[in-house]
């Protein structure tokens, strides 16, 4: 072999080890997870993402993965389990805790009934509260409506209207304002109106005299039943802000109009043209992986109109306390005065929140409650939790709450076998420890619940 010929086929021979070695590399980080944010742009939607190698599950027919276990859990063992992690001094000195058997509602551990400041938790009542009575169907429809020569923009709730549909929408963003512009241009044509908006269909104070200095618009933007992209950067107006731009885009269009002004759309007025929210189970879903304030305070209204009561702070609370009473859940020590959990004068016990998740497990109008939970390890606000608590990856879907000096953690732990907890742990005294041990203290309990084998004592034993 001439020397030449040796170079060229000790060159393929490297090239096709460094090929083999960067497919490896890349493969192994695609298997770790790594590959996540590349793939999708960010965060990935479950259906597309590859789980972090952690989370990777042994055999499926092992696991019973397509069934919920029907063993019985041991509730000695589960106290046993969780007894340590409750006991962590990061919790500070005010700590609720429950778990009962999510399939049958049986008390497992703890049982707390006192309220407690629930931050975020207070989520899953508001979340449970609209599938309840809205169903998961149930869509929001932001509308035009004319009466000679003027056409109004009627607000309809939709909490998650913008003003033109990105790319590649997320399922929650359904409708917008151009599309909409597009519409009443095809039905009415060229032509000079006057543009009113009507964002009636709530009532009260669009901020919460119970939140914090600084909250808006930092945090969450006065409730409208009218606004674009959640009333982002729409200063204390968001309505007269969705009216403004849907004016620039009527302008786009051919249709002019003058400034808009506030004004009832009146009953005479016919129908020109409307788009449609997506499903409640689509928005409940996201509120809850996000842990979404906007949402969950548009949504508390709603509820409140659906059952007769003011579309206000006041009248949500006093209807979600009836949905919940109705369900036969506990409301021993609950006091309401948002849907978000922005409140620190809300006060929710352990036992309310798991009753909730069982409550909301027993009805398929409701069952968007638990999938829409995230995952721990994997999406939403627990994305990046379990990390020191590796038996909660994959195996605890929960809902966040975080104030200053306020953690809970509240929703479903599985254990070996398919079998399911409803849980609940709150501290609301925590104002002087870490919040990040706080945090993993918390992941310590519900990860204590999904690594528990908690079989009871055999017979006779």
């Known amino acids: 072999m001439t020397k030449g010929r040796v170079s060229r086929v000790i060159k393929a021979l490297v090239s096709i080890v460094l090929i083999g070695a960067l497919a490896a590399g890349v493969g192994f980080l695609y298997l770790r997870g790594d590959l996540n944010q590349l793939i999708c742009d960010g965060a990935c939607p479950p259906q597309y993402a590859t789980a972090p190698e952690q989370m990777r599950t042994a055999d499926v027919a092992a ?3 397509d069934t919920v276990g029907e063993d019985p859990i041991g509730s000695n063992a589960l106290q046993q389990a969780v007894a340590g992690p409750l006991s962590h001094s990061a919790l500070g000195p005010r700590v609720g805790f429950a778990a009962v058997d999510a399939r049958s509602g049986a008390p497992l551990a703890g049982g707390a009934i006192e309220g407690l400041t629930p931050a975020s938790t207070t989520k899953v009542l508001t979340a449970f509260a609209a599938l309840e009575v809205l169903g998961p169907d149930e869509r929001f429809a932001t509308r035009v409506a004319r009466s000679g020569d003027t056409l109004t923009l009627v607000g309809g709730g939709d909490p998650y209207l913008v ?15 151009a599309t909409l512009a597009d519409r009443v241009a095809r039905e009415l044509g060229p032509g000079r109106f006057r543009l009113t908006y ?4 709530f009532s009260g104070p669009a901020v919460s005299g119970t939140w914090e200095d600084g909250y808006v618009p930092a945090v969450v933007a006065p409730v409208s039943a009218l606004w674009v992209d959640q009333g982002r950067g729409a200063g204390e107006d968001p309505a007269r802000a969705a009216a403004e731009a849907f004016a620039r885009l009527l302008r786009e269009r051919g249709v002019e109009v003058v400034a808009p002004v506030p004004a009832a759309a009146g009953e005479e007025a016919a129908h020109v043209a409307l788009v449609r929210s997506a499903p409640v189970a689509t928005i409940v879903a996201d509120l809850l992986r996000t842990s979404d304030n906007a949402t969950s305070e548009v949504l508390f209204r709603h509820v409140a109109r659906a059952t007769g009561h003011e579309p206000s702070f006041e009248g949500g609370a006093v209807a979600v306390r009836q949905i919940l009473e109705r369900s036969a859940i506990s409301i021993s020590s609950l006091d309401l005065h948002d849907g978000s959990g922005l409140s620190r004068r809300n006060r929710i016990s352990p036992t309310t929140l798991v009753q909730t998740l069982v409550a909301a497990s027993r009805d398929d109008r409701t069952t968007a409650v638990l999938s829409g939970l995230p995952v721990g390890g994997f999406d939403g606000t627990v994305r990046s939790r379990f990390g020191q608590a590796p038996a909660g990856l994959g195996w605890v879907r929960a809902k966040t709450g975080t104030l200053t000096g306020v953690h809970t953690l509240a929703g479903i732990a599985t254990l070996p076998g398919g079998r399911p907890v409803a849980f609940a742990v709150m501290a609301d005294a925590t104002e002087t420890v870490n919040p990040l041990q706080t945090r993993a203290a918390l992941d310590a309990v519900a990860a204590a619940i999904a690594g528990c084998d908690c079989r009871p004592p055999a017979e006779g034993g």
């Open 63 to 65: 696991l019973e993965a």
């Open 198 to 201: 009507d964002a009636g269909l």
């Open 163 to 177: 003003e033109r549909l990105p790319e590649e929408p997320p399922p929650v963003v359904t409708a917008d304002l």
